[in-house]
């Protein structure tokens, strides 16, 4: 989108940078999408999905079951999309 003389962009602090990806996920829209409709740069975007989501090697995040092993259907499937694109998927 060009930048029209005259106008300034924003300066985000990292609180609303974080309000935005939430937003985005929460959205279902694709990120391309989703900035267009908010005014907001793709690559500031993703940017700053980088820095905040980044977890640092190593460090463990709790995953938590929505339902009980026991009130799981046979045959489940759990998919997991991390930050970097990487995609897990799990099948019992």
């Known amino acids: 989108m060009p930048r029209v003389r005259g106008k300034r962009r924003k300066r985000r ?37 980088r820095q905040i989501d980044a977890t640092p090697a190593g460090q463990f995040v709790e995953v938590v079951p929505s339902m009980s092993p026991e009130s ?10 991390l930050p970097n694109g990487t995609c897990l998927r799990l099948r019992g």
């Open 13 to 49: 602090t990292e609180a609303e940078w974080s309000e935005i990806l939430r937003r985005l996920e929460s959205s279902g829209l694709s990120p391309r999408s989703f900035c267009r409709r908010e005014g907001l740069a793709l690559s500031s975007l993703q940017r700053w999905r």
């Open 72 to 81: 799981a259907p046979s045959g489940w499937t759990l998919e997991l999309a």
